[in-house]
């Protein structure tokens, strides 16, 4: 049974670029969050996706957009990257309809860095 | 709006012993899910024990139990016989409900375990 993968495992990019980070959900899960964690910190609530379609949103610029595929599976991107976008960018699964049952399970990750 | 204060920025125990991390925790939500999650340096969010509000008992996981006082809002992780394994930054966080998925952390309580 496949936990949640994410890819790719670092990245390295220039201030201003664009970056995407995909997101496969845990074998059973419809639902994928985003989060972002800089150093040191807890991790920051990005967004959710469920059913191809945002649910749920922190505080995060415009910059930061999302997608869902139909497959479950996500990606997470960032336009016009500062500096300040470096960080751990975590992916979490879950399912909508039965939480109870359902416990938040996080991927591996994908450390960003801005240069 | 949901908010986490973890009042212990670090934590030390010997191999064998017991610790308690604390946790305290508001939101306004009256049907709510509260986690403790594990990050060791590999980085990965590991998920340690989950607790449901409306359930009156404690949840136990292995060495891992929890002592969830809901009037008080506090929702406190006890790890017996500690092992060199459960050094790790520890994170508490709630989501609720109707929000599922939106996990608020706290800013984490570093535990190293010492042999």
């Known amino acids: 049974d496949a936990g949640v993968t994410q890819s790719p495992t670092h990245l390295i990019k220039t201030r201003g670029q664009q970056v995407t980070l995909r997101c496969s959900p845990k074998?059973?899960?419809?639902?994928v969050s985003w989060y972002q964690q800089a150093l040191g910190q807890g991790p920051q609530f990005i967004f959710q996706?469920?059913?191809?379609?945002?649910?749920q949103r922190g505080n995060f610029p415009d910059r930061f957009s999302g997608h869902q595929f139909p497959n479950y599976s996500s990606e997470l991107n960032v336009n016009a990257l500062l500096l300040g976008d470096s960080a751990l960018y975590l992916c979490?699964?879950?399912?909508?309809?039965?939480?109870?049952?359902?416990?938040?399970?996080f991927g591996n990750g994908t450390r960003l860095t801005v240069t | 709006a949901q908010t986490v204060t973890q009042s212990q920025p670090e934590m030390s125990v010997q191999e064998a012993e017991t610790v308690t991390l604390s946790c305290t925790y508001d939101t306004s939500e009256s049907n709510y899910y509260l986690f403790w999650y594990k990050q060791p340096p590999s980085r990965q969010m590991i998920l340690v024990i989950r607790?449901?509000?409306?359930?009156?008992q404690n949840a136990t996981e292995n060495r891992f139990s929890v002592n969830f006082q809901k009037a008080a809002k506090s929702f406190s992780l006890k790890i017996s016989d500690s092992q060199l394994g459960d050094t790790a930054m520890y994170f508490c966080a709630p989501t609720g409900g109707t929000s599922y998925g939106k996990l608020t952390f706290g800013q984490g309580t570093i535990l190293t375990v010492h042999p």
């Open positions: 607790q449901e509000a409306y359930k009156q």
């Open positions: 996706y469920y059913e191809e379609e945002e649910r």
């Open positions: 074998s059973g899960h419809d639902t």
């Open positions: 979490a699964s879950s399912s909508y309809r039965r939480p109870h049952n359902s416990p938040l399970h």
